[in-house]
């Protein structure tokens, strides 16, 4: 098609004409097709925008191909690889419902989470933020951390129960020791991203020390620090099924140990089910509450 | 000099930054003196580098000196304080805060009663040309708007001394005209003490009553110029011989530097 060298492709037959009245474009150097520059191809252009519609499709198309690939696999038979079907997955999640145990599970399961991720992140927001705003608190407290968190807190469950017992104290404790040490450097990188000439602004308007860490460093933290909550929510969930697996009577993990001695797939498949959608669930819920409460903070 | 009174005085202002690893140290500041007139706009000229930017943060309290003294009223500053209120050259608007809460931030903290505040507030809103935006975040607004919100903001507690710093910086060169239109208009309305730092020298020819030039290495002051510009003149004077002359002193005194830098022998 002979395009003009500025005509881009979606205007190139209404500028055919022209371009044929113009002197021919200079034989291509280097590109491939006629014309000046690389083409664009759609969907392979990087960091470009995609119509709402295409987003839409490729997401569904995503979904769908874990769908097929589960039913394949289901479908295959096997005496040692027992893949359940969706079916079967499903009347098991539905006898775990009407049983009442799922929601105990879950209960019991969240309440572990809760307690344990807000100690984490209460922990990290006010260790975080001194830390991000005082180097006299990151200077003691960066090498401690550093070296906690490579100490993987799977490792250090036999150690907790043998101190606090088997009941709820060491599993809420594992989750803490699991995610504090990521909240707390995480959070510290967000607070030392609030800009300087914001924290310089209030002390010229005759803000004080604290009104500065608490109604700035804080304030303009606080969507980083509620993507921090999201991310490292996932390690929480790891380590819960590490103390569930150790000991417990109820929870979600606990469900999975006891469907594996009577090899029971589908309930097991139905409460991996679960956790899925609850993490997609506050991922969402933790997406929204950041969005309303800082707007301004929007992408 | 004339017999107005001092709002602002430097004297023998020095302060010397550390290298960084083997470099040698940069002194910024080689014992600078100048002073602001109650209700004069002053400007304080230089190329980057010159240590003006570190004068006006030393001036609000920001920095330290390493010696010297600056008073404002007669008292030495020790630190930062709403009576210094300061404008940077962007991004320093709280974008959680709508126009109206940045513009209340400092009166909210001086513990200024409500009502007094919100009257404060839609006066400045008034003077700034921004009652119409009251409402809008940060982000909603455009350069220029944004560095008028800053002005209000600084402006709200009534501080003594205005410390503008490279203000009009970030803008294109259209907002920054009419930026400058507006500066002028809001001194005179409010009788402001304003000292401003620069590196464009018709902004500072035309918006100042006085201008200082600084050279760096050490940053010093090499020159002083009093505008004869009768205040309240437009942007026609501009155009005007005396205007024209006064702006190629003040580039030349800043070209000297230059000269002196690429030839060290030769200074003096």
């Given at each position: 098609?002979?395009?003009?060298?500025?005509?881009?492709?979606?205007?190139?037959?209404?500028?055919?004409?022209?371009?044929?009245?113009?002197?021919?474009?200079?034989?291509?150097?280097?590109?491939?097709g006629?014309?000046?520059?690389?083409?664009?191809?759609?969907?392979?252009?990087?960091?470009?925008?995609?119509?709402?519609?295409?987003?839409?499709?490729?997401?569904?198309?995503?979904?769908?191909?874990?769908?097929?690939?589960?039913?394949?696999?289901?479908?295959?038979?096997?005496?040692?690889?027992?893949?359940?079907?969706?079916?079967?997955?499903?009347?098991?999640?539905?006898?775990?419902?009407?049983?009442?145990?799922?929601?105990?599970?879950?209960?019991?399961s969240?309440?572990?989470?809760?307690y344990?991720?807000?100690?984490?992140?209460?922990?990290?927001?006010?260790?975080?933020?001194?830390?991000?705003?005082?180097?006299?608190?990151?200077?003691?407290?960066?090498?401690?951390?550093?070296?906690?968190?490579?100490?993987?807190?799977a490792?250090?469950?036999?150690?907790?129960?043998?101190?606090?017992?088997?009941?709820?104290?060491?599993?809420?404790?594992?989750?803490?020791?699991?995610?504090?040490?990521?909240?707390?450097?995480?959070?510290?990188?967000?607070?030392?991203?609030?800009?300087?000439?914001?924290?310089?602004?209030?002390y010229?308007?005759?803000?004080?020390?604290?009104?500065?860490?608490?109604?700035?460093?804080?304030?303009?933290?606080?969507p980083?620090?509620?993507?921090?909550?999201?991310?490292?929510?996932?390690a929480?969930?790891l380590?819960?099924?590490?103390?569930?697996?150790?000991?417990?009577?109820?929870?979600?993990?606990?469900r999975?140990?006891?469907?594996?001695?009577?090899?029971?797939?589908?309930?097991?498949?139905?409460?991996?089910?679960?956790?899925?959608?609850?993490?997609?669930?506050?991922?969402?819920?933790?997406?929204?509450?950041?969005?309303?409460?800082?707007?301004?903070?929007?992408? | 000099?004339?017999?107005?009174?001092?709002?602002?005085?430097?004297?023998?202002?020095?302060?010397?930054?550390?290298?960084?690893?083997?470099?040698?140290?940069?002194?910024?500041?080689?014992g600078?003196?100048?002073?602001?007139?109650?209700?004069?706009?002053?400007?304080?000229?230089?190329?980057?580098?010159?240590?003006?930017?570190?004068l006006?943060?030393?001036?609000?309290?920001?920095?330290?000196?390493?010696?010297?003294?600056?008073?404002?009223?007669?008292?030495?500053?020790?630190?930062?304080?709403?009576?210094?209120?300061?404008?940077?050259?962007?991004?320093?608007?709280?974008?959680?805060?709508?126009v109206?809460?940045?513009?209340?931030?400092?009166?909210?903290?001086?513990?200024?009663?409500?009502?007094?505040r919100?009257?404060?507030?839609?006066?400045l809103?008034?003077?700034?040309?921004?009652?119409?935006?009251?409402?809008?975040?940060?982000?909603?607004?455009?350069?220029?708007?944004?560095?008028?919100?800053?002005?209000?903001?600084?402006?709200?507690?009534?501080?003594?001394?205005?410390?503008?710093?490279?203000?009009?910086?970030?803008?294109?060169?259209?907002?920054?005209?009419?930026?400058?239109?507006?500066?002028?208009?809001?001194?005179?309305?409010?009788?402001?003490?304003?000292?401003?730092?620069?590196?464009?020298?018709?902004?500072?020819?035309?918006?100042?009553?006085?201008?200082?030039?600084?050279?760096?290495?050490?940053?010093?002051?090499?020159?002083?110029?009093?505008?004869?510009?009768?205040?309240?003149?437009?942007p026609?004077?501009?155009?005007?011989?005396?205007?024209?002359?006064?702006?190629?002193?003040?580039?030349?005194?800043?070209?000297?530097?230059?000269?002196?830098?690429?030839?060290?022998?030769?200074?003096?």
């Amino acid at each position: 098609m002979p395009t003009g060298s500025a005509a881009s492709a979606g205007t190139a037959a209404a500028t055919s004409a022209p371009a044929a009245s113009r002197p021919s474009p200079a034989p291509a150097g280097r590109g491939r097709g006629k014309g000046r520059g690389r083409r664009p191809i759609l969907l392979l252009e990087l960091r470009s925008q995609l119509p709402g519609y295409v987003r839409w499709l490729l997401a569904a198309l995503g979904l769908a191909a874990v769908f097929a690939l589960w039913l394949w696999a289901a479908s295959r038979p096997s005496r040692t690889v027992i893949v359940p079907s969706p079916g079967d997955t499903w009347t098991a999640l539905r006898e775990l419902w009407t049983d009442g145990l799922l929601w105990s599970d879950l209960t019991a399961s969240g309440e572990r989470i809760l307690y344990g991720y807000s100690i984490s992140m209460a922990i990290g927001i006010v260790l975080g933020v001194a830390m991000g705003s005082l180097l006299a608190v990151e200077a003691t407290f960066e090498a401690p951390i550093a070296f906690m968190r490579y100490v993987p807190a799977a490792a250090l469950t036999p150690l907790m129960m043998s101190w606090l017992g088997i009941d709820e104290s060491p599993k809420i404790t594992l989750i803490v020791l699991g995610t504090v040490f990521f909240n707390v450097l995480m959070v510290g990188d967000v607070a030392r991203a609030v800009p300087r000439e914001l924290i310089e602004a209030s002390y010229t308007l005759g803000a004080r020390r604290t009104t500065v860490l608490g109604r700035i460093v804080f304030r303009h933290s606080l969507p980083g620090i509620i993507d921090v909550a999201r991310i490292n929510l996932a390690a929480a969930w790891l380590m819960l099924v590490v103390s569930e697996l150790l000991a417990a009577n109820e929870g979600l993990a606990f469900r999975i140990i006891k469907a594996q001695r009577f090899k029971n797939y589908d309930t097991m498949f139905a409460v991996l089910l679960v956790f899925g959608v609850v993490g997609v669930v506050t991922d969402l819920a933790l997406r929204w509450l950041r969005n309303l409460s800082s707007p301004w903070a929007r992408p | 000099m004339t017999g107005a009174m001092r709002k602002l005085e430097i004297t023998g202002l020095t302060k010397t930054f550390p290298g960084r690893r083997k470099a040698p140290p940069v002194e910024a500041l080689g014992g600078v003196d100048l002073h602001v007139d109650e209700g004069e706009l002053v400007s304080l000229i230089g190329t980057s580098g010159c240590g003006k930017s570190t004068l006006l943060r030393i001036v609000g309290g920001l920095e330290r000196a390493d010696g010297g003294e600056v008073l404002v009223d007669g008292e030495p500053v020790i630190g930062p304080g709403p009576d210094r209120g300061m404008i940077f050259q962007g991004y320093s608007l709280f974008p959680w805060l709508t126009v109206a809460g940045n513009i209340n931030f400092g009166l909210k903290l001086a513990g200024v009663p409500s009502g007094r505040r919100s009257q404060r507030v839609a006066e400045l809103l008034g003077v700034m040309g921004l009652a119409e935006h009251a409402g809008r975040l940060p982000r909603e607004l455009s350069g220029g708007m944004r560095q008028r919100v800053a002005i209000a903001r600084a402006l709200a507690p009534e501080p003594d001394v205005l410390l503008l710093d490279e203000p009009f910086g970030a803008l294109d060169a259209q907002t920054r005209l009419s930026m400058h239109e507006f500066l002028r208009s809001v001194w005179h309305r409010t009788g402001a003490t304003i000292l401003m730092v620069t590196h464009d020298v018709d902004e500072a020819v035309y918006l100042s009553r006085r201008v200082y030039v600084m050279h760096a290495h050490p940053g010093r002051i090499v020159d002083e110029v009093q505008l004869p510009f009768e205040p309240g003149l437009g942007p026609s004077i501009k155009r005007s011989p005396q205007f024209l002359d006064i702006r190629d002193e003040i580039h030349e005194a800043l070209v000297s530097e230059d000269a002196a830098e690429r030839e060290p022998a030769s200074s003096s």
